[in-house]
């Protein structure tokens, strides 16, 4: 049963329009549909300003969609009012890419954790103690921490703090907009792991945005493509490595830089005239989809 | 091979309110003519410090403390700054991480591939324009002759990178530092840089120094690598040396560390996290992370210990006079 549903997304900005200007239009995301299962962890692949970022905000509505429908366990989401949307909140969170800026830098990180649950007004003073201390375990830090401020953080404890305020008011999905991306190396993996972690012991749901191929590929049940708006390829995830259809597939796995000095190398360099973006997705074989 | 450029003991210094701090610590290494040497690093470690020490680009409050740079047997470090300045450019081309800050967005980039000429005596006012639009068909930008007249803005950030190059290879340097030259691209365009940056090695004969963040990168493009960890290069040797027999602790939790394996099992990640400048831990570094300590490594700072002539590390574990290990402390969470 597929918890999220995506159909016929759309999400333009205009830009540079003025009173007597009509502006240009950009068609950030183009007619983008997938589904994401219970449990399963969706990537989302694609060159810089491909519409990844963008796809990811619509689906929570943090940003408003032009066109299209989002179901939530078969709820209409771009439907809800304000107040009820606030309410499909507590099951759909979003973990940013940079642990940097996302944290407000004035609030201890107990707060941090805590404010989600004093906005639903859940629990008293106590019982959301509590639930802090909890989360601060659940994500690997350390309690003795919890008065702490964030620049008193590392990098990769600083998006522990953001994994667990995103964890308190027990989501059932999670957007990951390059979750890792803006860590040091060495404690990527650390991040890696936490989040493999988490969604096996509480089954959550994953859309997943990244550049590092190697890590979605490490860590998704299934991808997809976009680019230019569009998702050019899609299915399960060791189909969509081995066989890649679209050619800008193709180039896009090809230019992954291997960390092996041995490592075989055939660049394939994409040429945009080579596919039509007018092409629909069509099923290259059995939930491997591609736009040829 | 003779050594076009070597590093030796150089120790580069900020001088901050609260005392100095060492971001640069007795770094030695040597890059021969028509190689690359790949110097990867997490962020922090000394990369760029080192990088714009070895042109004597540092501003205060930073200050080379010590250290020899020899360049074609010539001492860097005895150098007036209008002789450094020829050497900058000439001999040695700096391509910066980011092309956007490190181009004027006011001239056309024909204008200041032509400004680099000049300055070095290359060139006239009008063979500039010429020399411009046939630097841009080398680093392959298309419709050369059109795009000499665009300004930075109007380039994608891939022809941004690639008029760095043109600007870099302009004078004919013999050695080019690259300091993460792609990790602002999208990995096609990487791919396209990197080749761009071999073929141009191979057809000018360039020694290239390239920084990066990255080992996939690293394993693609260096004949040798430098490993940087706070502030020490802690591992050296030939790339496949490096990959296949890594010495050090750190890089071999590096490499175990990629994702790799069966999909969706866990990685092999390295505890801790990476220490702060002016606050490095006492010893080897590395210690309050590293799997293998022994007895000395949170009190004595590790030499240099040779694997082989070409390949070496800063480790304890490497020293034929330490025996008899004690039981391995515990190793902290994070
Ligand atoms: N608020 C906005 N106003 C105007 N254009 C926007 C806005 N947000 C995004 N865009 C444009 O929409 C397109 C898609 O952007 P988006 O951030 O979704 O890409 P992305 O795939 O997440 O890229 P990246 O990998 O760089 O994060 C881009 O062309 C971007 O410039
Ligand atoms: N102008 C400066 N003043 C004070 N400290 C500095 C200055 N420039 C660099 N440092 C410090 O020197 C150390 C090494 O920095 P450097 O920029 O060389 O790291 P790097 O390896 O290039 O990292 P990155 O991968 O993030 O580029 C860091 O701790 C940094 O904070
Ligand atoms: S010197 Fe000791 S602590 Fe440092 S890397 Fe070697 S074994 Fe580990
Ligand atoms: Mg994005
Ligand atoms: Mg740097």
């Known amino acids: 049963m597929s918890l999220l549903h995506v159909s016929h997304l759309v999400k ?112 008293d003073a106590r019982a959301r103690r509590e639930r802090v201390a909890e989360l601060f375990a659940r994500v690997g830090l350390d309690p003795a921490h919890l008065e702490r401020y964030p620049h008193q953080f590392s990098g990769g404890q600083r998006q522990r703090i953001g994994l667990a305020r995103a964890l308190a008011l027990n989501p059932r999905f999670l957007v990951l907009d390059e979750p890792v991306s803006a860590l040091d190396v060495s404690v990527q993996a650390q991040v890696v792991n936490l989040l493999m972690d988490l969604q096996r012991d509480l089954k959550l749901t ?61 660049r394939v360099v994409f040429d945009p005239a080579s596919a039509d973006r007018s092409n629909a997705l069509r099923e290259v074989e059995q939930g491997h989809w591609a736009a040829i | 091979m003779s050594h076009l450029l070597e590093v030796s003991g150089l120790t580069t210094v900020f001088d901050l309110p609260n005392g100095p701090a060492t971001a640069v610590d007795g770094v030695s290494f040597a890059i021969r003519e028509g190689e690359t040497l790949g110097l990867v690093g997490e962020s922090g470690s000394g990369k760029s410090v080192t990088a714009l020490s070895l042109l004597r680009l540092v501003q205060p409050p930073g200050r080379i403390a010590a250290g020899r740079i020899t360049f074609k047997g010539r001492d860097l470090m005895s150098l007036q700054e209008t002789e450094m300045q020829r050497v900058r450019g000439a001999d040695i081309a700096l391509i910066f991480q980011e092309p956007m800050t490190a181009l004027n967005p006011v001239f056309t980039v024909g204008q200041q591939i032509g400004e680099a000429l000049r300055v070095h005596g290359r060139t006239t006012r009008a063979g500039a324009r010429h020399e411009a639009i046939r630097l841009l068909t080398a680093v392959r930008i298309p419709d050369a002759p059109l795009r000499v007249d665009d300004y930075p803005h109007q380039l994608s950030g891939g022809m941004r990178q690639r008029v760095m190059i043109a600007i870099a290879i302009a004078c004919k340097p013999a050695l080019v530092i690259a300091d993460e030259p792609t990790t602002a691209l999208d990995v096609t365009i990487q791919a396209e840089i990197l080749d761009l940056l071999r073929e141009m090695k191979q057809s000018l004969h360039l020694s290239l120094l390239l920084v990066t963040h990255d080992l996939g990168v690293i394993a693609e493009t260096a004949d040798r690598v430098a490993v940087m960890y706070a502030g020490r290069i802690v591992e050296q040797g030939p790339v496949r040396e490096i990959f296949r027999n890594p010495q050090h602790p750190y890089t071999r939790g590096l490499l175990a560390s990629m994702p790799g394996g069966a999909r969706g099992t866990r990685l092999r990640a390295i505890e801790g996290s990476v220490p702060l400048l002016g606050a490095l831990p006492a010893g080897c570094a590395f210690h309050p992370r590293c799997p293998d300590r022994f007895a000395p490594c949170s009190t004595r700072v590790p030499g240099d210990y040779a694997a082989t002539p070409e390949h070496s590390a800063r480790c304890f574990l490497l020293d034929p006079l330490l025996e008899g290990r004690g039981a391995l402390p515990p190793v902290p969470s994070s």
């Open chain 1, 12 to 123: 333009q900005y205009t830009r540079g329009k003025g009173l007597f200007r009509r502006g240009t239009t950009v068609t950030a995301v183009d007619d983008v549909s997938f589904s994401i299962d219970e449990s399963e962890t969706f990537g989302l692949v694609g060159e810089s300003g491909s519409g990844k970022t963008t796809t990811g905000r619509c689906i929570l509505r943090l940003v408003e969609p032009t066109s299209g429908a989002v179901s939530f366990n078969g709820e209409n989401v771009l439907a809800l009012n304000a107040r009820d949307l606030r309410a499909r909140r507590r099951d759909m969170q979003i973990v940013f890419q940079d642990p940097y800026s996302s944290l407000n830098p004035r609030m201890k990180a107990r707060h941090i954790v805590e404010e989600p649950l004093i906005i639903h007004r859940l629990g």
């Open chain 1, 206 to 266: 994953y859309l997943f945005v990244a550049h590092d191929l190697r890590l979605v590929e490490h860590i998704c049940d299934r991808v997809a493509v976009m680019h230019l708006g569009k998702i050019v390829e899609m299915g399960r995830t060791a189909a969509l490595f081995e066989r890649p259809q679209h050619p800008y597939t193709r180039a896009l796995l090809s230019a992954i830089p291997v960390a092996d000095p041995d490592a075989p190398r055939a």
